[in-house]
């Protein structure tokens, strides 16, 4: 009897902590995109796309490719079972299961439901009783996956990717519990993430290893939140602050040097853009300055030197890595979609950090370019990377034998409506512009917004308040870098025409004036039911240049309107003469 009631209890904590989906630790307060309705006819589009096609089709991928058969086979150990793939392909799964629990959330789908529950209990069954789940070590283990290991943790700071198999299993553990309430995979994932805090760890009793691929930092973080528990920050912060004093010191994986001791983007892209993110959400989380400015540092040089013009990042095929600075080859160009993926996750938590809207005009010009050129209009096939430059060459597939792009696609397109605002105690921050209806909480109190636009093709924008009673607070407009001459937060790119955009804010038909304040058109008032906020960003087409050290871009332009970088297409045609 008493089991049980202190099972309730602990049940009744979890939920009760895990509905306060914003105690982030950040000073700015993200909105849920569970609070925010898309109706938009741009994103809108992708979102549906992504609901009816690519989530469905990564879950077909996933059985036909083998990856559920890995569960099965490790819950069945043998050494006749073959052991095949890539070592993080058990993160397929995990990717595609978080998208659909965030589509869910929104568009409740019984069947998914009861899908993702079969697919919960293979997964269930491949955990070890000690709660270390890695099908590729399990299925046979005496003959365990070249990149694996004779042991545990043996090659995780090399390729056995076993930490990066828990970080989005608990990524997409916690998107299913805050989707339906059920515990069946949070439990799977606190199982094995408790097995990882027991057994890695700078103590002699513990294997101290920093992850060879990161994202675990970011899901821990994000497990101490919902579960209450400081270990699993702590365990983050750990695997974050040994790192460039373990076994392997490498550029390629960033553990060439400690964390705060490291100035510039280097390496792998994806590796480094996710690590940069955990850093930021374990600064928030624990204060820690010293994490703060190390991440301003790195974000200063991939925006100064390192960044496509299209929110690209990640310059060279080897290694899928970062260049040296000014290294921004168009043609061999790599720019993978999950370092797309990366980059907007690290801009929009520095943006948390800071309130500046010049991270978000990161965020933008690379959600409109450099990430969502990694996926179809249909949803139904990809680029894994997205080059500024081709002749042919380069065509959209529906899988890859390497899936990180297509599952990380499936699991980020349905998260883009919790980009749009975010609140800090009586600021309201209007970041994106997509028509949507969204419920916010601003001093505890509820405020309606209504968007309608046309955005990026227009640059008008509306929007509706119905606060509950009368609220005072700052409605905090973004007016992007790109309306106020500025392509990206550095000299790495400017205008080259002599244009100058202009715009207006009107509250209630009435135009306002307003000093722009971090990038942000303050409208402070006591708001009411039926204010309207008209806003009109003139748009026209400029062109573009690059610094002169990008050695590729010289002599050259791009155009681009609004946040929107244009692609240009031509074919090459043979005139044949002949002479009679």
């Not at 099908?135 to 042991?151: D, Q």
């Not at 801009?347 to 370019?369: A, I, Q």
């Not at 309201?428 to 309608?452: A, I, R």
């Amino acid at each position: 009897m008493n089991r049980l009631i202190i099972s309730l209890l602990l049940l009744t904590s979890f939920i009760s902590i895990a509905q306060k989906t914003t105690n982030t630790g950040y000073p700015i307060t993200p909105v849920p995109f569970t609070s925010v309705q898309v109706t938009d006819a741009f994103w809108g589009q992708r979102i549906k796309a992504s609901r009816e096609t690519t989530i469905p089709l990564a879950f077909m991928k996933c059985e036909e490719t083998g990856r559920y058969e890995n569960f099965i086979m490790a819950a069945h150990p043998s050494e006749n079972n073959k052991v095949e793939g890539f070592t993080f392909d058990d993160t397929d799964v995990y990717k595609t299961i978080e998208g659909a629990s965030y589509s869910m959330q929104t568009y409740p789908n019984k069947k998914l439901s009861k899908y993702i529950d079969s697919l919960i209990t293979i997964i269930g069954k491949a955990q070890e009783p000690d709660g270390y789940l890695y099908t590729f070590r399990t299925m046979n283990p005496e003959h365990t996956h070249e990149w694996a290991g004779s042991k545990r943790w043996e090659k995780e700071e090399d390729l056995s990717h076993e930490l990066y198999n828990l970080g989005h299993m608990v990524e997409g553990a916690i998107a299913h519990y805050q989707a339906t309430g059920k515990r069946n995979f949070i439990d799977i994932a606190i199982k094995f993430a408790d097995c990882a805090v027991r057994e890695v760890g700078d103590k002699q009793s513990k294997t101290m290893v920093v992850p060879g691929h990161q994202i675990t930092e970011m899901a821990l973080a994000k497990l101490s939140v919902v579960s209450g528990d400081k270990k699993y920050l702590d365990f983050a912060k750990l695997l974050l602050d040994e790192r460039g004093h373990t076994h392997i010191k490498s550029e390629y994986s960033q553990s060439h040097k400690p964390v705060l001791e490291q100035e510039e983007a280097a390496g792998h892209a994806v590796r480094a853009s996710y690590m940069y993110s955990g850093m930021a959400d374990v600064a928030a989380l624990t204060g820690d300055e010293d994490y703060i400015h190390a991440i301003d540092k790195i974000w200063d040089n991939i925006v100064s030197k390192k960044l496509y013009i299209t929110g690209g990042i990640g310059a060279t095929g080897h290694g899928e890595s970062f260049g040296k600075n000014y290294e921004l080859p168009n043609m061999s160009a790599y720019c993978e979609t999950c370092a797309a993926i990366g980059n907007v996750y690290l801009n929009y938590r520095l943006f948390l950090l800071h309130g500046n809207s010049k991270y978000y005009d990161v965020l933008e010009r690379t959600l409109y370019n450099g990430l969502i050129s990694g996926v179809s209009l249909d949803g139904g096939s990809f680029f894994y990377p997205n080059p500024l430059e081709s002749i042919g060459q380069h065509q959209r597939q529906a899988w890859f034998g390497c899936a990180c792009c297509p599952s990380n696609i499936s699991r980020f397109i349905p998260s883009v409506p919790g980009y749009i605002y975010a609140v800090d105690e009586s600021d309201v921050y209007v970041n994106l512009f997509m028509s949507n209806e969204s419920d916010l909480e601003v001093k505890g109190k509820s405020l309606k917004l209504k968007q309608t636009t046309n955005y990026p093709w227009s640059g008008n924008i509306n929007i509706n308040l119905a606060p509950k009673g009368k609220q005072k607070f700052t409605l905090k407009v973004r007016v992007p870098g790109w309306l106020q001459n500025s392509v990206v937060p550095s000299n790495l790119y400017s205008y080259t025409d002599k244009k100058s955009l202009n715009f207006s804010v009107k509250v209630n038909g009435k135009t306002v004036s307003s000093t722009i304040n971090k990038g942000y058109f303050d409208i402070n008032k006591t708001w009411k039911k039926g204010d309207k906020v008209e806003i009109n960003f003139e748009m026209e087409p400029r062109t573009v240049k690059a610094h002169p050290a990008v050695e590729a871009d010289r002599g050259k332009v791009s155009i681009e309107r609004g946040p929107i970088v244009y692609c240009a297409e031509w074919y090459q045609i043979m005139i044949l003469i002949f002479s009679v």
